[in-house]
């Protein structure tokens, strides 16, 4: 019944479960149980995405027809055995944000229990004492201005494999769960900057060859009918949504890992549209596809 609380062990952890029958995705029923469920069954290869970020939460306490909030801050209700990160705020804020480092099971059903349907990583982990580690991965957000889709977006993502290639780099694609493609690459970094000044300039580069299809600058008057690559991602302050996370859309679609193959295939919207069954499936059947990005660091190239 709505309201119902329940008390399980996860782990070794006790929690306590509230509301697991109420549904956060009216269109299709699915419940805040439904969400554990899920981040439950997907924590095997969710978990090593999230090791040691930094997470910024979306939260849907009202479901995704209610008015959602971000979260960098647990510090009120987190319990003591929530692993967090103590960091200054940003976008130049005084004081400092106690960010969960979701790292184990319990943490993040804790999490899930909280409508947390989204999870936001940044592209750098924290080591001991808190220190911020450089970046080690390398993300390109692609962005489609309607009435471009994601499928604009896959056209967009092959020519930008082409330019990572040629400078050494392997990407790895993944939906964003919501319209667009992200593309990733396991880098070494020495400057936190270094990322984003090479993803600024391989974006500008590919608007400059393909100006009808591409657009690297941030006014959105010059997005409609084009794929923005938002390169500003790799600021350190930013964050995007990590691989398995659900999304706060009509139905509870996944960001989810996907094959160039499937990437280069891609004809219309559904092509490329998962929900959180669909994600487990593919997980059954291949794994994490996106696994290898943590093993393939390259030195970030000159921009």
Not at 75 to 89: N, Q
Not at 122 to 149: E, I, N, S, Y
Not at 205 to 222: D, F, S
Request: charged share 25%; proline share 9%; net charge neutral.
């Amino acid at each position: 019944m709505a309201g119902q609380r329940v008390t399980v062990q996860v782990d070794g952890r006790r929690m306590v479960l509230s509301n697991l029958d109420k549904v956060l995705y009216p269109e299709t029923g699915f419940t805040k149980g439904d969400v554990i469920d899920y981040y439950a069954r997907v924590a095997p290869v969710l978990l090593p995405h999230l090791r040691d970020r930094p997470t910024t939460f979306r939260r849907f306490p009202e479901g995704v027809g209610g008015e959602p909030f971000f979260e960098k801050d647990v510090a009120r209700h987190a319990p003591a055995w929530v692993r967090t990160a103590r960091l200054p705020s940003s976008r130049g804020r005084e004081g400092v944000n106690a960010h969960p480092l979701i790292n184990d099971l319990p943490t993040l059903v804790w999490a899930a229990n909280l409508a947390a349907l989204e999870l936001h990583v940044p592209q750098w982990t924290v080591g001991p004492g808190q220190t911020r580690h450089p970046p080690d991965l390398l993300v390109f957000d692609l962005d489609p201005g309607a009435p471009a889709t994601i499928v604009e977006c896959c056209r967009v993502a092959v020519l930008l494999r082409e330019e990572l290639a040629a400078d050494g780099l392997t990407p790895y694609a993944k939906t964003s769960g919501s319209k667009g493609l992200q593309l990733y690459c396991g880098v070494r970094a020495r400057r936190p900057a270094a990322t984003s000044e090479y993803a600024r300039a391989i974006g500008t580069r590919l608007a400059g060859r393909h100006p009808g299809e591409v657009v690297a600058a941030m006014a959105k008057a010059l997005r409609p009918g084009k794929v923005f690559i938002d390169w500003s991602q790799n600021n350190p302050a930013k964050t995007t949504v990590a691989p398995y996370s659900l999304r706060g859309r009509e139905r509870p679609t996944v960001s989810t890992p996907v094959t160039w193959e499937e990437v280069e295939s891609c004809r219309r919207p559904e092509d490329l549209t998962f929900t959180s069954g669909d994600a487990l499936a593919r997980v059954e059947a291949h794994g994490d596809l996106f696994a290898p990005v943590h093993d393939d660091h390259v030195a970030v190239p000159g921009a």
